[in-house]
């Protein structure tokens, strides 16, 4: 195989999604992130709504890491079809596999280090940033204030880990489930996406 993916996890407001696209732009290969549902959608034949329910910005964990959607539905509706949030994302797993088969990429979140981890070309990157330096990000991209910004991070990297966790056997964030973890805030955008760039050149003979 030929192919390779790397798969980017990230922290809320660490500039994960624009260092992706970047790095993207410098390999020649595309970038998935809700475009990934989207394929998912019409893998399954399921209006492309239905995985965005299900997306990992609405996953909740509560008694006992059990799925709720809006706080109370544990499944969601899809024409006449009931459609768990488990069997979605299954779904959304053999898509994953069927993208690293095809073709080299790289996939934002969706557990998808876990999901290829028998990938014999991947390399699983997470990005994280200084406390500070995301609330500045989430307040200048979302245009909210200090406090706005504060709730977002602490919600959106709880449903980020609950999802992840409750699908993986590793842990979101840890360095010893990754094979390269940077932290954004010490050598700015451009710098970590040259980093990633090297060492994927490097790892993968490119």
Request: aromatic fraction near 8%; include cysteine; glycine fraction near 8%.
């Amino acid at each position: 195989m030929n192919n390779f993916v790397i798969t980017i996890g990230r922290q809320i407001g660490s500039n994960g999604k624009e260092i992706a696209e970047r790095v993207a732009e410098r390999l020649g290969i595309k970038v998935y992130d809700k475009t990934l549902l989207e394929a998912a959608a019409r893998e399954s034949g399921l209006d492309s709504s239905v995985f965005e329910n299900a997306d990992e910005r609405e996953a909740q964990s509560f008694m006992g890491n059990l799925f709720s959607i809006h706080g109370s539905l544990s499944t969601l509706m899809s024409g006449d079809s009931c459609m768990g949030p488990d069997q979605l994302f299954e779904i959304q797993s053999e898509t994953i596999l069927g993208i690293g088969e095809e073709e080299s990429c790289i996939i934002v979140g969706r557990c998808a280090e876990y999901v290829l981890r028998e990938h014999p070309r991947m390399a699983s990157i997470f990005i994280s940033a200084d406390h500070e330096d995301r609330i500045k990000n989430i307040m200048r991209r979302e245009m909210v204030e200090r406090e706005r910004a504060e709730e977002i991070i602490e919600k959106g990297d709880k449903r980020r880990r609950s999802y992840h966790d409750y699908y993986a056997t590793t842990k979101w964030g840890e360095a010893r489930c990754y094979d390269l973890c940077i932290n954004a805030s010490r050598m700015g955008i451009e710098r970590t996406v040259e980093l990633i760039y090297n060492y994927v050149k490097e790892r993968f003979l490119l």
